[in-house]
């Protein structure tokens, strides 16, 4: 189970509600509580996040939100209106979404962490100008058996930044390996021919001058072109099935094509059309 920012609240106390659902626990970059407390004295006063809390509602839809989870990425202006549009799909702005805020502010799950007894990973960027590095330590001090994971960068979002570096932590610690990317290079050999000096004749002609005999038709009895077909060639070999085209000359069944012409029909045997005094 895993849970970032406001969702990590929820993923500790259904873990504490149902030992049994969980195996393991991932958090990052969340809080235990919203304000400001005497002793928890690293976050905001209540007026400081209710005047946050206030301009959010104001201007969310305009991706605002990004400059403050990913701020390496707030110049970016495919970026912004991604996070815009990803704004506008989660919440629609108005007194509901302002009461959610305002809830979210009155959470607080501290006691519920002595309880938890899972495998538990405590992640965090150590210059989070989001949310502050101090709720990490928080967890993993109050957590029994928690691990700190502390990582380098400033943006809140893992899917921006170095998110090689904790996606591989965080599978090690759930499955107990780290998956190895296979190289994206591969050893290949190039083979150059030379026939006739064809190197020296292209560069003499050009590469439009090389190139227009092979794409100009061939004129019938001209160098290098095929023979025409004889009468009855083509209709012969769209009568043969594919075994017999692909036959030799010495097959039985193409040396009575030579003495007779094509074969009326093919039906499991060969049969050579009769004259018609015959019929």
């Known amino acids: 189970m895993s849970g970032r920012s406001r969702a990590g609240r929820w993923r500790r106390c259904s873990r504490a509600s149902h030992p049994d659902r969980t195996q393991a626990l991932v958090l990052y970059a ?23 809390s206030a301009q959010l509602v104001a201007n969310w839809g305009k991706g605002l939100t990004a400059a403050g989870v990913a701020p390496s990425r707030a110049g970016d202006p495919k970026f912004m209106d991604w ?29 519920v962490l002595p309880s938890i007894r899972v495998p538990t990973l405590v992640a965090h960027r150590r210059d989070d100008t989001f949310i502050n590095f101090e709720h990490a330590l928080y967890f993993a001090e109050q957590i029994p058996g928690a691990r700190l994971l502390e990582l380098e960068g400033s943006d809140s979002l893992f899917s921006i930044g170095d998110t090689e570096a904790f996606l591989g932590e965080v599978e090690e610690f759930l499955t107990g390996t780290r998956h190895e990317r296979e190289p994206d290079r591969m050893l290949a050999t190039v083979m150059f021919t030379d026939i006739c000096k064809s190197t020296e004749r292209a560069a003499e002609l050009g590469d439009a001058s090389w190139r227009a005999p092979a794409r100009a038709p061939r004129r019938p009895g001209a160098a290098g072109a095929r023979p025409p077909p004889r009468a009855g060639d083509q209709a012969h070999r769209r009568r043969l099935p594919g075994h017999l085209r692909r036959a030799g000359s010495g097959h039985p069944l193409r040396r009575l094509d030579r003495g007779g012409g094509a074969p009326a029909r093919y039906r499991g045997a060969l049969r050579a059309p009769q004259p018609a005094s015959a019929r």
Do not use: N
């Open 30 to 52: 969340t809080f235990a509580r919203a304000v400001w407390a005497p002793d928890y004295d690293w976050t905001w006063k209540a007026e400081e996040r209710d005047a946050s």
């Open 83 to 111: 996070a815009a549009r990803l704004e506008r799909l989660a919440a629609r702005p108005g007194p509901r979404f302002a009461k959610i805020i305002s809830l979210i502010g009155e959470f607080d799950v501290r006691r």
